[in-house]
Structure formats: structure tokens, C-alpha cells
């Protein structure tokens, strides 16, 4: 099968960083690369090489890795890069994308992946360019309040302004919140599955990575005509348009107008406040700036400003800057019952500057506030007394997630799934395979969509968008819905693998893969391709089976059936008759 | 300092920074342009004026009547160019740097493979790749 061989040698480059002895060495992984492409292909292999799967996920033991792919400082949109490691949330494995600078520093620093094995006894940072690693000790930087501060001094110290990312883990991953996330520049995220926490545990408080090099590609002006076709048709589209204009907010009055934005733990599937936090509101009131991730023409990342008058000084206003996306208004806002625009924005701050990660803390807060109101938990347990809409208790509670003053804010930090089994409550525990429920309640894809994606994200099989599709049609057998779920998360697999932004899947079709690989001197036909996805989507639910998944535990919560969904309240048989047969086929899938 | 006669009289303007997301696809086209993919042959460099959300500077070479550039090449590697501007005789640059360190606006970007200044050629490439028009060519006087 792999025929393929890579022009630009350094993308094969595998940097591996041991905390514990403070060593670095480099791999020349050729074989790997031009097999998988990079991303989460090459990441599975990797993490499959180096994780014992029996080690804690908070012990030095656990490996993280991240990667790039072939397409990264390339071609536009392929502006992600791909965590891999063990989720100290669901006991599983974890994998988190995020944008910002870092893929293309990390292929511009020379390097395809980095392993990160081992842990610190205290506090480091890396800063890896010029083909090396300094571990510089971070001891004053741990505990410092705010993850931008951490951003702001590490931009002073650090070389390859521009064209470098600074990752860093904030109070929460130092407290190990088990949904702790890596914040990258300002406002981007390794959101999901706990990475902080893994940062954490390991005494790992930042990574620079950073660099500039000449990428070499086998037919220079057949790839400078594919470029422009991309580039056109990535400018010029429509889906593009909508995130470049609004962002992912622009999500928010849709979702609400066909039934399909949970709302106060999903006790309800429209929000009445949804104008308030719409996207037009909040581009209309409150955006500052549009920024792009580096190498993406799109910028969908919005930033809000916040002006806040000091209550002792007239005349004297603090102006901070806070990004802001669907999923933050929904877990931190609709969720929560918040329709202040600027309190929600004060809140999605909060979260930044502790760092957490948005969707798990916005679901554990609407699991207390349900709970508490339900008398499971009562204010010995919460401190504050939690009530929709009120931000700014919220905010106090989110502080108390990081200090975890008591055994229930010790326990919330597990997750919601670990506090629904101690205090009661698994029934609108909006949890699925122990990641918090993403921001759609569009119907039975996006629900069974959580449960079987390999990461329990929305974005893995983007069961919303099926279920978004058949909104006033007939709906698909359950047969039929699994099979399209399961097609189209394995066509990601390619997509995170060269990596590309999920965003411009419509205009990455497998057609338009092929072509763009060729210039790079890599010939592979939508087949080929098509063949691969599979190969990736086998590999990792092989890791994922081997550190502990059950296909049986796959269950949604009760409350999932009890709100109505744009079609209707959810059918449990059909859910039930869909995870069957996704068991069937999964079992099939391994014995080929 | 010799000159030497160019037909093309148009230079690079940076229209409006606060118009910059920091996609940095100006600099992509460059190095394209010029050989590759990656960012080892851009001339144009564009990093946040500290966090993103304050904004992008976007340098790229200015065109300069009196450059600084050219008056301390040790080889008069830099040659000026009719409007504005220098022109990059690579055969007789040493690599010294001292074109770099003289730009007051940091435009003098430096190929590391060659360990030469990259010295725009004012060719406008980067400007169809700009979406948010940043970037424009502008016809300047042949004095």
C-alpha cells in the first residue's frame, strides 16, 4: 500500500520530549507519514507505539502527541493540529483539534508529530525552534490567575513572533480538573477530553513552538494552480461566507427556530432568549475583531469586546477582549439559562481564564443547577445557590471548580458523570461515553452521533447536520443513520489526518484530495482514499477498544427522550435498534 | 550606487492594517510565488501587535526613495530602483545582515537557505491572495 513517499523529509520528523530526564531525540518516521498523512493517522500509530493503556491518565505515564499532516502549510484551511492522548475524563482515549498558530509553527519549527512522555517534578515549559528543545523551568508561572497572562509574558521571552504558537494550560489543568483544556494564542482551544489536565499532572505549563522553513513540493506549478483553485473556491463560498460574517453563532437562531438548542439542561429545547445571544446580536453589540487561524483566509474566530467602568474612578474603563462561538453561548449560556450578552461574555472569560474547557463546564453547571434545584445537592454542597440565568454566581462557581474548596466541587471536577453516580441525577447527566453532551438537540444523528464517535464530539460523524438535513423530509431507518454516521466519520479520518478544518469539508471532497495531493508528489485515488478512512476509523476504535471501551455501556441519558427534538420526542427503540446494529456492523467492520 | 531601469513603477501598500485577520495568505503567496510551499522565501512578514485581538502588523518593503537597505550594503548588492525600492544582485551579496538590521520597519525579511536578504519584487502576486483587500499595488512616479 505505501508506494507513497514524501518530498518535504521534515514533516517525517517525530520529535520525542521526556519530562522526567529532560531529553529530546528525533525519529525519521517516513514510512508512517506518507502511510497515514499525518493528524490523527499518524497520532493513533504513535500513541499506540508509546501509551501503556493500563497507566493512570494523570500520571506521568501517559503520553500526549500532537500532529500535523501534509497538507499543513500547504494549502488554506489546513489549520489544525491533532492532540492525541489518554482522557483522564472518560478513562479513554482522548483526541482534541485546535487551530491558532500551532500547525503551522509546528511544521515551520520542522517537525511532522510531538510525543511528550514523562513528567516534570516541577513546573517546566518547552520552547522548541532551530530544531531543538529548552526545558525552561516555569515554577513562577504556576499558579499565576489568568492563562493570558501566561500567553502575554511567554510572547515577550520567546523568538519567532508571528510565526510561533504558545500553548498553555491555565489553574484548572495545574488543579487537574478533569476537562482542563490548552489554550493556544488567544482564544483558541485543545477544548475537549482533559489535555490540560494531562499538562497538568505532568508539571507542564506551556509549549512555544515556533519556526520558518521552505517546504519543497514535487510539481511547483501544478501546485500553485491547485492553491488558487482552492483558495477561490474557499473564498468564494457560500459556507465559508457564514463563518467568515457571524462565526458559529450564526448557529443559534436556527438551532433555536426548529426545536434543536438545549436549554437549561436540556429541560427544554428552544431558549427564549435566543436573539439576545444570537450571532447577529452579538456581532451587532459586542464584535471587536475577526481573526483567522494561521494559513485559513475564512476568520471565523470572533472576538467581543467588554468595556467595564470602574466602580471607584469616573471616566476610568477597563476594555478586555474575549472570543466567542456557538458552543460557549450554548454550554455557558443557553444551557444556563443566560441571556445577558455581556454577563455570558464575562462568564466565557472566566472559563479562558482559568482554562477549562467550555461545553464540559457550561453541562456541569446546568447538572448542578438542576440538582441543586431538585434537592440532590444542597448550598453546604454548591457555597453560592445556582439559578438560570445568574452569571455571575456562575462565574464564582467556576472559580470554586479550580480551588474545589469541598468534596462536591472535587467531585464536579471529575466530571458530570462521576458527580451524577455520587450525588444521584444520571438521568439529565448530559454525558455520553463520559464526554458532555456538544451543543445540538437536533434529534436521534446527533445523539447516537456522540455515543459512537470515537471522541463523543459532535464533529466526529456530525450526527447534527445528517439530523439538520432531514428536517421536514422523511427520516432515515435507523440502519441507514448508522450507516451515514459511520461513513462519514471515516471520512474525517482523512480530513484530520492531511489536516484540514473540518469547515472546508465541502470543499476538501475526496476528488479534490486526490488532485491536491498530487503536486506534493503523493498519488492517491478517492478510492485510495475512501480506503484509508476506514484504515484510520479501524485503528483507532482498536486503541480505543484497548484502553477499556465497552460498546455496551453505549447509552444515552434519559432526558435526551424527554425534551422534544425538531422531530418529535426521540424514539428509545429506535436509538436501541440503531446502537444494535452499530454494534453488528462494528464487529463486522473488525473481522475484515 | 548605480540605477537601474525597471519598466514595472509600482510598489506594495498596506491599505489598512486594522483590515488584517493575520491569515497570513500574502505570505504564503510569496513564498509560492518564489519557489515553494511553507514560508521559507516570504517577504512580507505580519504577527499580532501583541494577542491577535489588538490587531496585525503587516510589513512588507515600502518602496523606499532613500533606503535604508542600500545605503549599508557593503557590495552595493542593493541596487535602487527607478521609483522606489531596491533591486537584490544576489552574486555580489555576502550575507552580512546589515540590510536587515537597517530597515527601520523590520521589511527586510532573510532566507535562510541562501543567507540572503529576500527583497520584494513588487509583483502584486500576494495582493490577489488577500480577501480582505489589506494589500494593494500602487503605480508610483518614475523620479
Request: aromatic content about 10%; proline content about 5%.
Amino acid at each position: 500500500m505505501s508506494a507513497r513517499a514524501l518530498i518535504d523529509e521534515a514533516l517525517s520528523k517525530v520529535l520525542y520530549v521526556d519530562l522526567t530526564r529532560k531529553t529530546f531525540w528525533v525519529k525519521s518516521r517516513p514510512e508512517l507519514f506518507a502511510r497515514y498523512l499525518g493528524g490523527t493517522g499518524v497520532a493513533t500509530q504513535l500513541l499506540k507505539e508509546e501509551l501503556n493503556p493500563e497507566v493512570d491518565p494523570l500520571s506521568p505515564e501517559n503520553v500526549v502527541v500532537l500532529a500535523v499532516g501534509v497538507f499543513t502549510g500547504v494549502y488554506p484551511t489546513a489549520s489544525k493540529v491533532v492532540a492525541m492522548f489518554k482522557s483522564p475524563l472518560t478513562g479513554n482515549l482522548g483526541e482534541s483539534h485546535a487551530g491558532g498558530r500551532a500547525p503551522v509553527a509546528m511544521r515551520m519549527a520542522g517537525f511532522g508529530a510531538i510525543v511528550i512522555k514523562g513528567g516534570s517534578e516541577s513546573p517546566v515549559y518547552l520552547s522548541i525552534h532551530d530544531g531543538r528543545v529548552e526545558f525552561k523551568d516555569a515554577s513562577a508561572l504556576w499558579g499565576v490567575r489568568s492563562s493570558l497572562t501566561i500567553g502575554k509574558v511567554l510572547r515577550e521571552r520567546e523568538p519567532w513572533p508571528g510565526l510561533r504558537s504558545i500553548m498553555r494550560i491555565g489553574r484548572a489543568g495545574e488543579m487537574l480538573v478533569r476537562y482542563a483544556s490548552v489554550i493556544l494564542e488567544t482564544y483558541r482551544h485543545f477544548g475537549r477530553l482533559g489535555l490540560g489536565a494531562v499538562w497538568g499532572a505532568k508539571k507542564l505549563k506551556a509549549i512555544v513552538v515556533g519556526g520558518k522553513r521552505d517546504i519543497p513540493v514535487a510539481d511547483i506549478s501544478g501546485y500553485r494552480k491547485v492553491y488558487k483553485e482552492l483558495f477561490d473556491e474557499i473564498t468564494k463560498s457560500p459556507a465559508m461566507q457564514k463563518y467568515h460574517d457571524l462565526g458559529t453563532p450564526v448557529n443559534v437562531l436556527p438551532l433555536n427556530k426548529i426545536g434543536g438548542l438545549p436549554t437549561r439542561n436540556l429541560t427544554s429545547n428552544v431558549f427564549e432568549g435566543a436573539e439576545e445571544v444570537s450571532g447577529e446580536a452579538f456581532a451587532e453589540y459586542s464584535l471587536a475583531r475577526r481573526v483567522a487561524c494561521a494559513h485559513c483566509p475564512v476568520a471565523c474566530i470572533h472576538i467581543a469586546v467588554i468595556r467595564e467602568r470602574y466602580p471607584h474612578e469616573k471616566y476610568f474603563y477597563t476594555t478586555r477582549y474575549i472570543g466567542y462561538d456557538y458552543e460557549p453561548i450554548y454550554a455557558l449560556g443557553t444551557m444556563l439559562g443566560i441571556k445577558d450578552r455581556e454577563g455570558l461574555l464575562r462568564l466565557i472569560e472566566e472559563v479562558d481564564v482559568v482554562g477549562l474547557d467550555a461545553m464540559s463546564t457550561g453541562v456541569a453547571l446546568a447538572w448542578t443547577t438542576e440538582a441543586f434545584k431538585k434537592g440532590l445537592i444542597s448550598e453546604k454542597d454548591t457555597i453560592v445557590r445556582p439559578e438560570w440565568g445568574d452569571w455571575k454566581t456562575y462565574i464564582e462557581m467556576v472559580k470554586y471548580l479550580v480551588t474545589q474548596p469541598n468534596n462536591f466541587y472535587k467531585t464536579l471536577a471529575m466530571g458530570v458523570k462521576k458527580a451524577s453516580e455520587v450525588y444521584g441525577g444520571t438521568e439529565f447527566a448530559l454525558v455520553f461515553g463520559g464526554n458532555e453532551m456538544p451543543g445540538y438537540h437536533t434529534g436521534p444523528g446527533a445523539h447516537i452521533g456522540y455515543l459512537i464517535g470515537l471522541r463523543h464530539s459532535h464533529l466526529d460523524n456530525a450526527g447534527y447536520s445528517i439530523d439538520q438535513k432531514y428536517v421536514g423530509k422523511e427520516y432515515p431507518q435507523p440502519r441507514k443513520l448508522i450507516d451515514e454516521l459511520v461513513e462519514e466519520e471515516a471520512w474525517r479520518q482523512v480530513l484530520s489526518s492531511l489536516v484540514v478544518c473540518f469547515f472546508s469539508r465541502g470543499v476538501y471532497k475526496p476528488s479534490t484530495v486526490s488532485k491536491a495531493l498530487e503536486p506534493l508528489g503523493l498519488k492517491m485515488s478517492e478510492e485510495e482514499l475512501r480506503k484509508l478512512g476506514t484504515e484510520i476509523y479501524k485503528e483507532k476504535l482498536k486503541l480505543k477498544l484497548r484502553l477499556g471501551y465497552r460498546l455496551e455501556d453505549l447509552k444515552p441519558p434519559k432526558r435526551v427522550f424527554e425534551t422534544p427534538s425538531p422531530f418529535g420526542n426521540i424514539s428509545e427503540d429506535y436509538v436501541r435498534e440503531a446502537l444494535n446494529y452499530y454494534k453488528e456492523k462494528i464487529l463486522n467492520l473488525l473481522s475484515t | 550606487m548605480s540605477t537601474v531601469p525597471e519598466t514595472k513603477l509600482k510598489r506594495l501598500v498596506v491599505v489598512d492594517p486594522d483590515l488584517c485577520v493575520g491569515c497570513m495568505s500574502c505570505m504564503f503567496a510569496c513564498s509560492r510565488r518564489y519557489a515553494d510551499a511553507g514560508l521559507g522565501y516570504t517577504a512580507i512578514h505580519v504577527r499580532s501587535v501583541g494577542g491577535v485581538e489588538r490587531g496585525f502588523s503587516v510589513i512588507v518593503c515600502r518602496a523606499c526613495k532613500d533606503p535604508s537597505c542600500a545605503k549599508v550594503c557593503p557590495t552595493k548588492a542593493l541596487l535602487l530602483r527607478r521609483g522606489g525600492g531596491v533591486i537584490l544582485n544576489p552574486n555580489l551579496c555576502i550575507g552580512c545582515g546589515n540590510c536587515r538590521n537597517a530597515c527601520p520597519f523590520g521589511a527586510v525579511q532573510w532566507n535562510v537557505y541562501l543567507n540572503k536578504p529576500v527583497i520584494c519584487t513588487y509583483c502584486g502576486y500576494c495582493v490577489d491572495f488577500c480577501p480582505y483587500g489589506v494589500l494593494a499595488l500602487e503605480e508610483v512616479d518614475s523620479g
